[in-house]
DNA sequence: CTTGCTACTGGACGTTCGATCAATTAGGCT
DNA sequence: AGCCTAATTGATCGAACGTCCAGTAGCAAG
């Protein structure tokens, strides 16, 4: 499919030349056609733009999930597979960063793109959210999925994104460190305020 | 001061117009003077752009040092205003997250932007790192001020930008919580990766 | 008053942009 | 083979871009 092949063409260009990238010429330049195909294809500009950001955040989601479901392991193994395949090499390439900044500046201009980061971002949630109950399950705890998700999401997040910024800051393992200790907490019942209230499920 | 003019300019254009207010014209027009002018003061856009980073960087670091160093407040009363004036109203503005996403996006191909991200962002690690300290210290726990900065700021990043993003998934006050379970955490010492090893300073 | 220097103006130049559209090619259906 | 639709091209348009520079205005020193 031709679309198919637009939209991968728009994501490496915004990988090599950020928002500079987001240029019909440079698009139809690196997917080998004309500038007028774009146009024929996609409305304008933006629905491209649109398309190609839900087709890298859903294909981020599956990655991240098929790596961490992978094989029989306990829920607490899948939480950390999850947190290594955040910070894997493939994800931490800076070039990747570039794009979600290009994709994130237009969320708060196109509603179009706030539709697509509010749908991307609840399911990566739910997914968190899951996971990190089922864990609480198996620790006789009891934990809030809604507040935990986003708490866990803002903290591989925020990491991620200064790895990208600066890579010499500190190690990936690092990262995974501390997210792995943030999980330990919240499983131990240090964060209380992330779990359900009353008491706890095995006393 | 001109240069000083023309900064708080770009910053407005920043705000305003996303990536699409770098523009020399923009600004030019934002700050009420021609086009020309900003050549003469500053020699490229470039060099513009950077000083102006550096200048949005360090004003939001001592106004959130202003904040939580006011008073005589213990140090545990410190970190929580840190953190309440990292969401408040005027820092949780999503237009301003619109100008640090034109930053960061210019950090990975401008040297002279990477300087700055990598000067400020160990300014307000040690600033934070230290101010985990000193709570620890009264809580009888010794932190490890590195790791335990890289954690809070990187939780601090997250949950701003998630909020900035779509500000109707979760609210600022359970952001707060979040970062206050966690500094909790920390105190209590449920993240022992995160502490010096040994023994507690008070047994 | 003249000289010299800095702040400042605004137009010119060459690029690049997004969108449009008439013209051309390709492919399946009858 | 003939035809119709869809895919594709590439030129063209006006607008906006960054930089450059010749020129004006203001002012302090001689």
Redesign the interface.
Not at 153 to 159: C, F, H, R, V
């Given at each position: 499919m031709r679309r198919r092949a637009l939209i991968d063409a728009t994501l490496r260009s915004l990988e090599r030349h950020?928002?500079d990238g987001a240029s019909i010429r440079r698009i139809s330049a690196i997917a080998g056609v004309s500038s007028g195909l774009i146009s024929h294809h996609f409305r304008n500009k933006a629905k491209l733009i649109a398309a190609a950001y839900e087709s890298l955040a859903i294909e981020l989601q599956e990655t991240l999930y098929r790596d961490s479901g992978a094989g029989d392991r306990s829920p607490r193994e899948r939480v950390s597979a999850f947190i290594r395949a955040s910070f894997a090499p493939s994800i931490l390439e800076?070039?990747i960063?570039?794009v979600w900044?290009?994709f994130?500046?237009m969320?708060?201009?196109a509603p179009a793109m706030?539709a697509v980061?509010?749908r991307t971002?609840r399911r990566y949630r739910s997914i968190l959210g899951k996971l990190l109950q089922s864990v609480g399950r198996t620790r006789g705890v009891r934990v809030r999925a809604?507040?935990a998700a986003?708490?866990l999401?803002?903290?591989?997040?925020?990491?991620w994104?200064?790895l990208?910024?600066?890579p010499g800051?500190?190690r990936p393992t690092?990262?995974v460190?501390?997210c792995e200790?943030?999980v330990?907490?919240l499983c131990?019942g240090?964060?209380?305020?992330?779990l359900q209230p009353g008491r706890r499920r095995s006393p």
């Open positions: 950020g928002r800076p070039r960063l570039n900044l290009v994130w500046s969320v708060m201009r706030r980061h509010d971002y809604r507040p986003i708490a999401s803002a903290l591989l997040d925020g990491l994104i200064e990208c910024l600066s800051t500190f690092e990262a460190m501390l200790s943030w330990d907490a131990g240090a964060l209380p305020q992330l």
